[in-house]
């Protein structure tokens, strides 16, 4: 039975693997950037409504997030999660358009069989996963607590089945000093570009003393108007990251000193701002994950590749807050091609007929894991099933 169910699982992803493409581009053509992802919410929505879902949108008071409901019964109830923010100026070069095709179409192949498992199938779009914690702002809100599984893949340039994500905290820093004309009256400045400046050199020798679990990077977004003027603003966005929420909390004292010294040489103030919640560690449910793995291969998948090129699964996500609260897994699905994730030609390589293999791949190993899992654990009360030869 579960070789049948999983038959017309595939059949189904087939029917509406075309409009799953042209979604997919047309998240490609149009990126919006986190929480403004207006256009792209409601191209994901409006799919899933045509094919039966129950679509609420906006979602728990956020404007571009949605809930998609499809129930065939109360024995389980699976999520898979959307993600269709954008990068600044490198549009879908984390190949969020197709996390959102994999979703949407996976949910909907598995709702084909859903009366039968007697379990629900939501999709949930998440906006602003690209460092402002979207999915932690729904989770604050009560969002996931329906769900006995989530699950969503992640385009790489190859597979890798486990996430292995880094905890991570965003922080926007900004300096305040004192314009003065720099030749004229440069006594009567605070040079706040300098204060950013001591800050970067402190964090570079402090990353001699680090462990390599952890990462400390960033980039300065505004450091002055002009040459001849003493920048009395300053300011970037910086990323810290470790193995574990724990460990990130030690090390952020040893980063903000190195911010805090800036100021304290220069005279400027600092200001520190989480963007977001910080990003868990990710907790991955071992037995779905296995159910993952033995799906993408008898689709023809490949896990044996090159360590150097799989490093993808060490990037940060707020799925791994999902995980903390929910049995979840979160793959990386192969696209090929020589760029990595965050490169223009990341982004090139999310469009095409590889990438639209990819994407059929995902949605239907998506599926046949979330049924796998349903099947294992879904209440023993399920809905009462409907014979195959009932349906139409």
């Known amino acids: 039975m579960s070789d049948q169910l999983k038959a017309r699982v595939a059949a189904r992803l087939a029917e509406v693997a075309g409009e799953l ?32 879902f129950t679509v609420e949108r906006p979602y728990l ?64 779009g998440t906006p602003a996963e690209e460092g402002y914690g979207g999915k932690i702002e729904l989770l604050d809100r009560g969002a996931f607590a329906e769900l006995d599984f989530a699950l969503m893949a992640h385009p790489a340039p190859v597979d890798v089945a486990e996430a292995e994500p880094f905890a991570v905290a ?45 990462r400390v990077h960033g980039v300065q977004t505004r450091g002055g108007e002009a040459p001849n003027a003493i920048p009395e603003r300053t300011e970037g966005r910086w990323y810290v990251r470790a193995e574990t929420t724990r460990e990130l909390r030690e090390l952020e004292e040893r980063v903000l000193k190195c911010f805090e010294a800036g100021a304290l040489a220069t005279g400027a ?46 990037a940060s996500t707020d799925m791994g807050n999902v995980s903390q609260v929910v049995d979840a897994i979160h793959p990386y699905i192969g696209v090929g091609g020589e760029a990595s994730n965050h490169q223009p030609g990341f982004a090139d390589a999310c469009v095409g007929p590889r990438a639209e293999r990819t994407l059929r791949d995902g949605a239907v190993a998506l599926a046949w894991t979330a049924l796998d899992v349903a099947r294992a654990r879904r209440s023993p009360t399920p809905a009462t099933p409907i014979h195959e030869g009932a349906r139409a």
């Open 21 to 52: 493409t042209t979604l997919s581009n047309e998240l490609h053509a149009d990126p919006e950037l986190g929480w403004q992802e207006v256009r792209s919410s409601a191209r994901v929505a409006a799919v899933l409504g045509r094919h039966g």
């Open 61 to 124: 008071g956020l404007e571009t997030a949605f809930r998609a409901v499809r129930r065939g019964g109360d024995a389980f109830t699976v999520g898979f999660l959307a993600e269709y923010d954008a990068l600044p100026g490198l549009g879908h070069a984390c190949g969020h358009n197709l996390i959102s095709a994999m979703s949407a179409g996976g949910a909907i192949a598995l709702a084909a069989v859903a009366d039968e498992l007697g379990i629900t199938v939501e999709v949930i």
């Open 269 to 314: 103030t600092l200001t520190v701002t989480p963007e977001g919640a910080r990003y868990s560690e990710m907790r991955t449910d071992t037995e779905a994950l296995g159910f993952y793995r033995a799906n993408a291969i008898a689709l023809g998948r490949d896990f044996d590749v090159d360590p150097a090129a799989a490093t993808m699964n060490r």
């Open 170 to 214: 965003h922080w926007h820093i900004r300096y305040d000093g004192r314009a003065a004309h720099a030749a004229a009256y440069p006594e009567r400045g605070v040079n706040a570009n300098d204060a950013f400046l001591l800050a970067q050199t402190a964090i570079a020798l402090l990353r001699q003393q680090l462990p390599k679990s952890v």
